[in-house]
Nanobody, 121 residues
């Protein structure tokens, strides 16, 4: 079984920073794209940032210049450094990864349980 465990969410004031982490574990052979999504109540889940296995990042326009995604391949871990946070960034943040396991069915997408980020004074 594969698990994605997120950490690092919380309450922060506008202009502040947070760093999210997501570690994948289980019968993993390889991980392709890893990413972060967020969802506000009553809205669709949206892509925040993702990073390929070769380290190429891609960001939503709303977070460009403020958020940085990175990964440690050896630790099966992806990070999201969030700076200059504003109230519009308040959401549940979910980790996602395309993972190849030893079950013989190819790459499949997995989700973490989500971590709440609240930006408020």
């Amino acid at each position: 079984q594969v698990q994605l465990v997120e950490s690092g969410g919380g309450l922060v004031q506008p202009g502040g920073s947070l760093r999210l982490s997501c570690a994948a574990s289980g019968n993993i052979i390889s991980i392709n794209v890893m990413g972060w999504y967020r969802q506000e109540p009553g809205k669709q889940r949206e892509l925040v940032a993702r990073i390929t296995s070769s380290g190429t990042p891609n960001y939503a326009d709303s977070v460009k210049g403020r958020f940085t995604i990175s990964r440690e391949t050896a630790k099966n871990t992806v990070y999201l450094q969030m700076n200059s946070l504003n109230p519009e960034d308040t959401a549940v943040y979910y980790c996602n990864a395309d993972i190849l396991t030893d079950d013989g069915f190819g790459y499949d997408g997995y989700w973490g349980q989500g971590t709440q980020v609240t930006v408020s004074s």
